[in-house]
């Protein structure tokens, strides 16, 4: 999806438009179902390289803290960060879930929240 957006707009379209574009379109299906899967360092490195990896692209550099300026400018989160929002989200409207098999199931996710809290 990325390497769709890019080569369709990257040429034509400022980098400002490219990287909403990217935010508001590509990371939705990055992150999709993330929130309900255990996910470990390395795919937390995986995902965050992706993002950077974009970020060069789009800007036309190799330098990391260029890169790093630009997510900040950006406003665009770390993986881990967005993943524990999207998280505690997902944990929050399950713990609210008036369901007998989610009722059973309700301990668990009061824990994670805590967990993921702390």
Do not use: W
Request: proline content about 1%.
């Amino acid at each position: 999806m990325i390497a769709c957006v890019l080569g369709k707009v990257a040429s034509a379209a400022s980098e400002i438009v490219v990287v909403e574009l990217l935010k508001f379109k590509c990371r939705f299906i990055l992150y999709y179902g993330s929130e309900a899967c255990p996910i470990n360092k390395a795919q937390y490195n995986s995902l965050n390289f992706l993002l950077h990896s974009s970020f060069r692209k789009i800007f036309r550099t190799k330098s990391t803290d260029v890169v790093n300026d630009c997510l900040l400018v950006f406003n665009c989160s770390r993986a881990e960060d967005v993943i524990l929002k999207r998280k505690l989200k997902f944990l929050a409207n399950y713990a609210s879930i008036d369901n007998l098999i989610c009722y059973t199931c309700q301990t668990f996710a009061n824990v994670d929240t805590f967990a993921l809290k702390c």
